[in-house]
């Protein structure tokens, strides 16, 4: 159990890369569609590049969505409104009519209204009687939209004809009822009577709704039948309106019941085989050209993170019915991948991405050519995410390209402008304005997965922040070395497609453990020397000091691990080779003198950690160039890049042949430019008129 057990522990990163892989395959399966595919593409206007098709069995033509809305239309406006009742108004109308009635009659005096005094009830009697009289016939509000004289009213699901009084009518109608009810004080009773008159007979949307589905579920989809053998398309013909409607009802027809017919499982694992073969290609890709990404199972989920997060939106997107797969701003992936990678990596990882959201996708195969078109043009004009102009440039140039790259398409499937669906473009502005979201993005990845981005990196070469403002008060001539070295880094690294930003900012802070001692160090030297007080190995221990000190300032201020790494790396595991000699030549040397005079280390493994250590020694060692020429800097450089070589310490950094010398031609041209090296021009030849003496 505990050799188990150690074998897991030692194993665990591989343990881990292999969870996260499996994840991710089941995290698609979950979004995989429980439907076959029809295996035909078409459009109208093209070729049926297959044979003849047969129906290999019966179905119905289904209708054009235009004809089948159209008829729906026509059915609700033959069938109008409908309206309900309100049974509960005349009982309300009638006892509040009552109540107002005997409040007047309480209040009368002796001689007022001397017949309505004499007979209360008889006046009530007739007053309920005509509401409920007009209540009965019905009473409904008519307007610039309702003027039909007959209405159809449902009671108890019961459809009856009617026509109501319209409020107009009912007020001439309430003066006839009472000059004919035989009450000699009636007209008291028309304001009070008129006060109760409410529509009762109201249109109902919600019963109108509901007859008009019930009507149009009754319309037809299907126009004609093709049974089973019968030629839906003969091959090379061209497709027209009615051919595609065949195609339309063909496929719908085949999903529908090949889906019935065949098993779940054998779809599903149709799915996961594409899901582990586009898996498996991505992983090789990266093992092979990304190693440092495959070993680190954190940067490995930061890669593999894309494909579920881009499927289950695609997911939502299809489910929703309303939405368009277009709106989906595939184009931040690689925009964030370059910020932390490199172009080709962010490409391929997007090709990845577009080809498991095309089948998880109903888009054909338009989808998949203007995402992967539109990533091409993110990758190539996305050069720089810190700065926003070129940022937004580069988001300009992705919904041209996706107008563009429609437009083309539609002319060729369309072939007119009048037929185009130009709604399209209205997604494709919605995608480019949520790609914005690629900005706010990068630095909280950065965060979470540890990386370091350009704009983190920009930042940290403000000279005022506190490590570079403490450097440049309390060393100096450190800090003015360190921007020397940073040019010359930067430039190195720009001629071989290094990380030119991040050696320039490293080279800002290589030297930051100098501040605790900066007296030690010559470039901060005045008319006092510490060493004279000092023994070689106290010395050589004093200048090795400044690299650990380095990385506990770097790591107290929370630098980027990149940068701590160019600290420890900047010296290798090179010893203080003046000190040493020193010690050397007053026999002083101790037993373990290798090591106790040799730097921390480690060796650099990168391309960045290499040019910084060469320009750092190189910037260093041209102060003591007494009388700088073209020939002394060229010999300074290659020997400086000599000794390093011969101390085996480029031996890990992953650079050829040529880049070193790409690098060593960089270095002597940037050195005769700090030097303001010039060409020596011959004296002017005396009696020449010929020779100018100007120089060219």
Request: aromatic share 10%; charged share 20%; net charge negative.
């Amino acid at each position: 159990m505990s050799k188990l057990y150690r074998r897991i522990r030692e194993n665990q990163g591989d343990i881990a890369k292999y969870a996260l892989v499996l994840l991710t395959i089941f995290l698609l399966s979950l979004l995989f569609p429980d439907n076959v595919r029809f295996k035909y593409d078409y459009q109208i206007g093209q070729l049926w590049n297959h044979g003849d098709l047969s129906a290999p069995f019966d179905f119905a033509i289904l209708k054009p969505d235009s004809l089948v809305q159209s008829e729906m239309d026509a059915v609700a406006a033959e069938m109008g409104v409908f309206y309900s009742r309100d049974e509960t108004l005349p009982s309300i109308a009638t006892q509040s009519f009552g109540d107002d009635l005997n409040r007047i009659i309480q209040n009368l005096g002796p001689g007022d209204y001397p017949d309505l005094q004499q007979q209360p009830t008889k006046y009530i009697e007739v007053g309920k009687q005509i509401l409920q009289q007009i209540y009965s016939d019905g009473i409904v509000a008519r307007d610039s939209t309702n003027q039909e004289r007959v209405v159809k009213v449902v009671e108890e699901n019961i459809v009856s004809t009617l026509e109501p009084h319209s409020i107009e009518e009912v007020g001439e109608l309430l003066k006839s009822k009472l000059q004919n009810s035989g009450l000699h004080n009636a007209s008291l009773l028309f304001t009070l009577l008129e006060r109760q008159i409410q529509p009762n007979i109201n249109a109902d949307p919600v019963v109108t709704q509901k007859f008009l589905e019930t009507a149009q579920q009754k319309i037809s989809r299907t126009k004609g039948l093709v049974q089973e053998g019968d030629l839906v398309i003969s091959g090379g013909a061209i497709i027209s309106e009615d051919a595609a409607r065949r195609l339309d009802s063909f496929k719908i027809a085949y999903e529908s019941q090949i889906s019935e017919n065949k098993s779940y499982w054998v779809v599903f694992g149709g799915y996961l085989l594409l899901t582990c073969l586009i898996v498996g290609v991505y992983l090789f890709y990266l093992q092979y050209h990304n190693r440092e990404v495959f070993k680190s199972a954190r940067k490995l989920l930061f890669m593999l993170m894309w494909l579920p997060l881009f499927g289950y939106l695609v997911h939502v997107v299809e489910t929703n019915g309303t939405l368009s797969a277009y709106m989906i701003p595939f184009c931040i992936a690689p925009i964030v991948i370059k910020t932390f990678y490199n172009d080709r990596l962010a490409l391929f990882s997007l090709i990845v991405i577009v080809l498991v959201a095309s089948f998880l996708s109903s888009l054909g195969y338009e989808f998949t050519f203007l995402q992967i078109l539109a990533g091409i043009v993110t990758v190539l004009s996305n050069h720089i995410t810190r700065y926003w102009s070129t940022f937004f440039n580069s988001i300009l140039l992705i919904l041209l390209t996706y107008c563009l790259g429609y437009l083309g398409l539609a002319l060729i499937v369309e072939g007119d402008l009048k037929t185009i669906e130009w709604s399209l473009f209205t997604w494709f502005f919605i995608n480019v304005v949520l790609t914005f979201l690629a900005y706010p993005l990068v630095p909280l990845l950065e965060r979470i997965f540890g990386f370091t981005s350009s704009i983190t990196l920009s930042e940290l070469s403000d000279v005022n922040k506190p490590l570079l403002k403490d450097l440049s008060m309390q060393a100096p001539g450190t800090f003015q070395h360190s921007l020397q070295v940073g040019n010359l880094a930067e430039a190195a690294a720009e001629e071989i497609g290094a990380d030119s930003l991040l050696v320039k900012v490293a080279a800002l802070y290589h030297d930051i453990g100098k501040v605790a001692e900066s007296e030690i160090f010559i470039e901060n030297q005045s008319a006092h020397n510490p060493h004279d007080h000092l023994s070689p190995l106290e010395s050589a221990q004093k200048i090795i000091e400044h690299v650990p000190n380095g990385v506990a300032m770097a790591k107290k201020h929370r630098l980027p691990k990149e940068i701590i790494d160019l600290i420890w790396t900047h010296h290798g595991t090179t010893r203080v080779e003046y000190f040493y000699q020193a010690a050397f030549k007053e026999g002083n040397l101790p037993v373990d003198a290798h090591e106790q005079f040799q730097y921390p280390g480690p060796r650099p493994s990168t391309k960045e950690q290499a040019i910084l250590m060469l320009a750092d020694s190189l910037e260093a060692a041209s102060k003591s160039l007494k009388d700088p020429s073209e020939s002394s800097i060229n010999e300074l450089v290659d020997k400086i890049i000599a000794y390093k070589m011969e101390k085996s310490q480029l031996d890990n950094a992953d650079l050829s042949f040529r880049e070193l010398e790409m690098i060593r031609s960089s270095f002597k041209k940037v050195l005769k430019s700090i030097y303001h090296i010039r060409v020596e021009y011959p004296e002017p030849v005396e009696n020449s008129a010929n020779i100018s003496s100007e120089p060219i």
